[in-house]
């Protein structure tokens, strides 16, 4: 098994079965499942090109936060942090994504989630119970150099939730923010009224060099408690999927 990654990640990142996921290759051209660059969508007559204000979202994909990336602490393996996440988030139970609305926070424009769910937190506590020990510091959000700075104009509500939303542009100004969530509502207001659930989490490794983050493994949360459950849910993903990523 590699280690040949600087940082990991825990995101949600909706499948492909999901028309989000088809959305959010499109406007990123990164699919992380595959570990494949995609050419970018055609989004009408937004007034903003989506490749420039994604330039350091791209790296990443469209993704909820779940823990942000870190690098793990010296004697520490990708083998110790998979088997951590496995043993906490195996039994954590799949909880609804409440529904998603456009909104501007940390100067990003992002789908951000319309009211607090319990079960979210208590994923969120989880991953982080796994990775606490394991981290050389604690994560902050991905960086974005050379941004500028933004307001948090959104205020979402207290504890591990408010690290969760989707992000679908890197930094802006204010106002071009919302000028932004006014043409792209519309574009993606059927997406937005589809129901989701928090099934399973994502770990993604970072290669490092400015190189795009993939998903190593998915790991399924329960979707009955413990005691009802008759096994473990299974750990899956594309561990060996080995890419070279071209110049975007």
């Not at 909706?14 to 660059?37: I, N, S």
């Not at 690290?163 to 006014?182: E, G, K, W």
Request: a negative charge; glycine letters at 10%; hydrophobic letters at 40%.
């Amino acid at each position: 098994m590699s280690d040949a990654f600087e940082r990991y990640a825990v995101y949600w990142v909706p499948k492909r079965a999901d028309a989000l996921a088809h959305f959010g290759v499109a406007w990123t051209g990164w699919c992380a499942d595959q570990g494949e660059l995609r050419k970018l969508g055609s989004f009408g007559d937004l007034s903003f090109n989506p490749a420039t204000i994604t330039r350091n979202l791209r790296r990443h994909g469209l993704h909820g936060l779940l823990r942000a990336p870190f690098a793990l602490a010296q004697g520490r393996s990708r083998f110790a942090l998979e088997t951590a996440l496995q043993q906490r988030i195996e039994g954590a139970l799949s909880c609804p994504i409440p529904r998603f609305n456009v909104a501007v926070i940390g100067g990003r424009v992002s789908l951000v989630p319309e009211e607090y769910d319990n079960g979210l937190g208590t994923v969120v506590d989880r991953i982080d119970e796994a990775i606490d020990p394991l981290a050389s510091v604690r994560a902050q959000a991905w960086p974005d150099p050379g941004g500028p700075a933004g307001e948090d104009v959104v205020q979402l509500p207290s504890g591990a939730a408010h690290r969760f939303h989707v992000p679908l542009t890197d930094q802006m100004d204010v106002n071009d923010a919302f000028r932004l969530i006014a043409e792209i509502e519309p574009l993606v207001a059927d997406l937005l009224d589809v129901p989701r659930r928090l099934t399973d989490v994502a770990l993604m490794g970072d290669p490092g060099g400015g190189r795009r983050l993939r998903i190593l493994q998915r790991y399924d949360l329960r979707t009955t408690p413990a005691g009802n459950a008759a096994s473990a849910m299974p750990v899956h993903g594309p561990d060996t999927l080995v890419r070279t990523e071209i110049a975007s």
